[in-house]
């Protein structure tokens, strides 16, 4: 993408029509400074202590138990939980040996939870074990109606497949149109846990809010509730919490500091969120550092699309999008007033970043920074369209948006902070964008543009793929929508597909892209829960923020 010539600015004494989009304000403000988390250190401290015990009576039973079956629902309630980062070789061992294991002669439940479990963990497993499930004549049995629990199984492992494996595509439609014909009748736990999975399907669920709902669906279970484990996810998941606030209550001083709201009043006040979707990615303590550089990546960000989309003329965005091609602080004059802060903000956070890198990493942030000037043109691109009104085909459309996204540059940001198996390497391959950060820049794109083109359309706004697929092939909105979101299943296939053994990177990398994605399927789902954070966000927030779990 090039940038136009520069012309000149409209003359001082010329009015300047600005766009607004009347955003809400902040949800939080200063909340998580205000209120500091709630448990003491000498609180915390016992915890631990508690927590450290109970690692051990979880790691002996690793060790204490033979049996498939069991073996298999300890690792799937610990994943579930949120336990499993404390377990990683334990379950390693563990998957080893139950991928030798001999499964034909298993019923459904324990046939799909086997296949899920390896596929999870990037074991190829061929879905022909579910053919043992069919009737003569091609079909899932009719009897397997009235089995809820194998059939929520199958569901939650047909949603791990790939490209050409119609069987799992066939027990989709099956195993939905069964359960939620089964839901009326089920009591807890098992009728929430079904509800849930058929909101959304356990491998795209954003993993801090499914540990929090099975917490309270494990308690219930009384044929698989183990009391230590219990004991140690509520521990867990409220240390981990207190971490994450202490994290936010930093990010909001450093953010205050800034003063971003002296000049951006008309972009979206949204820091809080930021660190949620940024927590969405990775939760775990030893990403401390790698959180807080990405949140703030992701704030300034926000800022950014909101000067382009919202605010500028398209003379202003061709100025700020030449300076951060050139990357240099002595171009701030050439600046309107209200972009000079802006520009000099994200040029020095991100020297901060280098500062605080060990020097075998401070290369990553010319990574990141390419990665920015990428994003910076994709957005001037879309204000020409915006100007011209220009409605360019579905592929046209993409090639631009699925940079403006801002997939593909807070994927790498998310890679900076994370240490050493973060490489060169990986930094080459994810700037090259590789098939499974396209795939997840398509579901971030086009789920966004699902759940907001028409609040967008209100107002002055380039066309959105919805838009582009209408013109393009005369459809009306619905059909749109629908056929975009058969892409948005084809993408969540690439990325099943790119995470099968063996991979190009550790896992550990991949999963990154992996909870990007599961974070965009949680905020776009229904409505852009980003803009609109006072609703169910808002609940989400105070579920992994707030409010503690009881012990």
């Known amino acids: 993408m090039e940038t136009m010539g520069l012309q000149s600015l409209a003359p001082s004494d010329e009015v300047v029509v600005r766009k607004s989009a009347g955003f809400h304000p902040s949800v939080w403000g200063d909340y998580f400074v205000l209120h500091s988390s709630p448990q003491t250190q000498k609180c915390d401290a016992r915890m631990k202590e508690r927590a450290e015990e109970l690692r051990g009576q979880v790691k002996r039973m690793f060790n204490d138990t033979t049996d498939l079956l069991q073996t298999m629902e300890l690792i799937d309630s610990i994943q579930l939980l949120g336990l499993d980062y404390h377990f990683q070789k334990e379950i390693t061992e563990a998957l080893s040996r139950i991928h030798d294991a001999n499964i034909d002669d298993h019923g459904l439940y324990h046939t799909a ?39 929520l199984s199958l569901y939650n492992a047909a949603y791990l497949g790939t490209h050409g494996e119609s069987i799992l595509d066939e027990a989709i439609c099956f195993t939905r149109n069964n359960l939620v014909s089964a839901l009326a009748d089920l009591k807890p736990p098992l009728s929430t846990q079904v509800s849930l999975d058929l909101e959304t399907p356990l491998c795209r669920r954003v993993r801090r809010l499914l540990a929090r709902d099975y917490i309270s669906i494990y308690q219930e279970d009384a044929t698989r509730h183990d009391d230590a484990i219990l004991e140690l996810a509520k521990l867990d998941f409220n240390l981990l919490q207190s971490l994450h606030r202490e994290e936010l209550e930093n990010i909001t001083k450093w953010w205050n500091d800034l003063a971003p ?87 020095h956070t991100f020297q901060e970043f280098e500062d605080v890198l060990a020097c075998s990493e401070k290369y990553r942030i010319s990574y ?91 107002r002055e706004h380039v066309a959105s793929t919805v838009q582009c697929y209408m013109k393009e092939y005369g459809t009306d909105v619905q059909v749109a929508c629908k056929k975009l979101q058969g892409v948005v299943d084809d993408a969540w296939k690439d990325i099943n597909e790119e995470c099968l053994k063996p ?49």
């Open 113 to 151: 939870l086997w296949f899920r479990l390896l596929r999870q963990h990037g074991h190829y497993v061929s879905p022909n074990v579910f053919n043992k499930f069919k009737d003569d004549g091609g079909s899932f049995m009719s009897t397997l109606g009235s089995d809820v629990k194998g059939l």
């Open 261 to 347: 709201s002296k000049n951006f009043c008309f972009a979206r006040d949204r820091l809080v969120e930021c660190y949620f979707w940024v927590l969405a990615v990775y939760f775990e303590p030893y990403y401390s550092p790698a959180r807080v550089i990405t949140t703030k990546v992701v704030a300034l960000t926000s800022i950014l699309d909101d000067i382009y989309d919202v605010y500028s003329t398209l003379e202003e965005s061709q100025r700020l999008t030449q300076a951060i091609q050139r990357w240099d602080a002595k171009l701030v004059h050439q600046l309107p007033e209200y972009m000079k802060d802006y520009y000099l903000m994200l040029i």
């Open 368 to 458: 990141l920074k390419e990665a920015t000037k990428d994003l910076s043109e994709a957005y001037f691109e879309e204000s020409k369209w915006s100007a011209q009104r220009y409605v360019p085909t579905v592929e046209e459309h993409l090639r631009v948006s699925l940079i403006s996204s801002a997939t593909p540059m807070l994927e790498c940001a998310s890679f900076v902070g994370m240490g050493e198996i973060a490489t060169k390497e990986a930094f080459e391959w994810i700037a090259s964008f590789p098939k499974i950060v396209q795939a997840s820049a398509i579901i971030g794109r086009i789920m966004n543009d699902i759940a907001s083109h028409e609040s967008e359309q209100t």
């Open 503 to 551: 991979t190009t990177f550790p896992v550990a990398l991949l999963e990154r892209i992996i909870n990007y994605s599961r974070m965009t399927d949680n905020t776009y789902k229904y409505m852009d829960g980003y803009t609109n954070s006072s609703t169910k966000t808002k609940e989400y927030i105070s579920l992994l923020l707030v409010h503690p779990i009881p012990l």
